[in-house]
């Protein structure tokens, strides 16, 4: 079996068990940076490979702002963006303008720590494609019958999302995880609250985040920076500011009193494996930024096929690893929800629980005593890793658009000062960083343990499931609003 077919094999744990990491982007050849007036900030970068110009506009915003009674209404406002404003008095209007402007894919999206609407136009278009955001985000209509039509566009995707087996883990570690707080993380919220929504909900969202000093501006691709530095000035000079925008404080890095164990019968998982995820609450890119530089290089030593952690479990023959590729981990920097992740794939022997048990004893273990040691944080092998995170820099800088889409999302979670320093500062990363990381945040913490088995793997292990003291996932119970 080739390369490409055995990673196939193990995508479900190193990438649906992941979540999205935020990438760290520090300045790069032909990117400049401007604040305006009121606050905006401008990022662009030059790149004339194809006469096109990539424009997004992001909002500091998110489920991170949401309270329990506001939940999904800030991905119901991104919905309403496209709905008609000042310029474009509905749908139909703006996707005429979209097409005159020669627009091919367009889009917005909410996540955890932003709220971010993109498009692709040609370079002689730039100037429109500035001012057709201003008016969507600045002046939207917000008529009443739109409304009412994508209120139950965004409930039906809800009613989705709760048969969707990936979603489903998903509200789950948010729940247990983030038990204070889960709708901080859950963009999506309830039929209910959306049902409920009412204009004046959403023109407070307006009123309160989509302002100059909590948005950014990024323009990349065939354009020059002085002429989209005074385009921005002209369309987007006039938006006023706020005096603060609101953010709460991260909920507690220590939800757990000792290891919570859960078992998931996923349709995804093959009967012929056993796929493990544990999970920690990392450092917040709004409060501890100091610390995910030694996570960050944490997550890249980890990586090395032949270090000294995949060679630990790979060693273990009772844990039936394949090879390398089916290891993984990361840290995951989010602005009040960072999360550790170490997971791997088995092939299951018949003894679905004895594996899962020994794989959470070696790596709550000896697998992190040995992050702390020379062998996995070493300084030849921290010398390797600044020099292929150098490379990895160096090859995203290539195009405007995925190195522009990656500095968005650092910019949500951690701030421009972040972005602009991250280069310099993981070259200073020393292996005491590392252990300091290792040391605040692994070792000694309880996380959330999740076995992932097919539900014919399940059904035949429930009873030693239960003896071990697994709480079973289901749909039934993992979101948080289904109490």
Same mark, same amino acid.
């Given at each position: 079996m080739n390369r490409k077919h055995r990673l196939c094999a193990a995508a479900f744990v190193l990438l649906a068990l992941a979540l999205p990491a935020a990438a760290k982007k520090p300045a790069a050849p032909g990117l400049y940076h401007d604040t305006l007036g009121n606050g905006l900030e401008l990022f662009v970068m030059e790149n004339n490979a194809a006469p096109l110009a990539f424009i997004m506009l992001t909002v500091r915003t998110g489920a991170v702002s949401q309270t329990q009674e506001t939940a999904g209404l800030f991905h119901l406002y991104e919905h309403m963006m496209f709905k008609g404003n000042a310029k474009y008095p509905d749908q139909a209007a703006t996707t005429a303008a979209l097409n005159e402007m020669g627009v091919s894919d367009w889009n917005g999206f909410t996540a955890v720590d932003a709220v971010s609407y993109y498009f692709t &136009?040609?370079?002689?278009?730039?100037?429109?494609?500035?001012?057709? =955001?201003?008016?969507? $985000?600045?002046?939207?209509?917000?008529?009443?019958?739109?409304?009412?039509?994508?209120?139950? &566009? $965004? $409930?039906?995707?809800?009613?989705?999302?709760?048969?969707?087996?990936? !979603?489903?883990?998903?509200?789950?570690?948010?729940?247990? %995880?983030?038990?204070?707080?889960?709708?901080?993380?859950?963009?999506?919220? @309830?039929?209910?609250? &959306?049902?409920?929504? @009412?204009?004046?909900? /959403? *023109?407070?969202i307006q009123r309160t985040y989509y302002v100059p000093n909590n948005a950014a501006v990024f323009v990349g691709g065939d354009v020059k920076h002085g002429d989209i530095l005074r385009m921005v000035r002209e369309i987007y000079g006039d938006w006023g500011k706020t005096q603060s925008v609101p953010f709460a404080p991260p909920p507690t890095k220590t939800p757990f009193s000792g290891t919570r164990k859960f078992v998931y019968g996923d349709a995804r998982t093959g009967d012929g494996f056993v796929q493990v995820g544990y999970y920690l609450r990392g450092?917040?890119?709004?409060?501890?930024?100091?610390? @995910?530089?030694?996570?960050? /290089? =944490?997550?890249? #030593?980890? !990586?090395?096929?032949?270090?000294?952690?995949?060679?630990?479990?790979?060693?273990?023959?009772? #844990?039936? +690893?394949?090879?390398?590729?089916?290891?993984?981990?990361?840290?995951?920097?989010?602005?009040?929800?960072? +999360? +550790?992740?170490?997971?791997?794939?088995? *092939?299951?022997?018949?003894?679905?629980?004895?594996?899962?048990?020994?794989?959470?004893?070696?790596?709550?273990?000896?697998?992190?005593? #040995?992050?702390?040691?020379?062998?996995?944080?070493?300084? *030849?092998?921290? !010398?390797?890793?600044?020099?292929?995170?150098?490379?990895?820099?160096?090859?995203?800088?290539?195009?405007?658009?995925?190195?522009? *889409?990656? %500095?968005?999302?650092?910019?949500?979670?951690?701030? %421009?000062?972040?972005?602009?320093?991250?280069?310099?500062?993981?070259?200073d990363v020393t292996a005491a960083d590392v252990r300091a990381f290792v040391e605040n945040y692994i070792a000694g913490k309880n996380g959330m343990f999740v076995v992932f088995v097919s539900p014919a793997v399940y059904a035949r292990n429930k009873a030693a499931f239960d003896a071990a003291g697994y709480e079973e996932i289901t749909a039934d119970n993992a979101f948080w609003w289904k109490e």
């Open positions: &136009v040609p370079a002689a278009q730039a100037r429109a494609g500035l001012e057709f =955001w201003s008016y969507a $985000v600045r002046t939207p209509l917000m008529e009443e019958q739109e409304f009412a039509n994508e209120k139950e &566009v $965004v $409930v039906s995707e809800i009613t989705g999302n709760e048969t969707n087996p990936g !979603r489903i883990f998903l509200a789950a570690l948010n729940k247990h %995880l983030f038990a204070a707080s889960p709708w901080r993380r859950d963009s999506s919220g @309830t039929r209910e609250i &959306v049902r409920g929504a @009412t204009v004046e909900q /959403m *023109r407070d450092p917040d890119g709004e409060t501890d930024a100091a610390d @995910t530089y030694g996570a960050d /290089m =944490w997550g890249q #030593l980890l !990586r090395k096929p032949d270090g000294a952690y995949k060679s630990l479990l790979l060693a273990d023959e009772t #844990l039936s +690893i394949p090879d390398p590729d089916y290891i993984g981990g990361y840290y995951a920097t989010e602005r009040a929800s960072g +999360i +550790i992740s170490l997971s791997s794939v088995m *092939r299951n022997d018949g003894a679905a629980v004895d594996k899962a048990e020994r794989w959470l004893s070696l790596v709550q273990g000896e697998g992190t005593a #040995l992050f702390t040691g020379g062998d996995f944080a070493g300084e *030849r092998l921290l !010398r390797e890793a600044k020099h292929q995170l150098e490379d990895a820099e160096a090859y995203a800088a290539e195009t405007a658009e995925g190195y522009l *889409r990656a %500095l968005s999302g650092v910019w949500a979670t951690s701030g %421009l000062a972040y972005a602009q320093s991250y280069d310099k500062k993981m070259q």
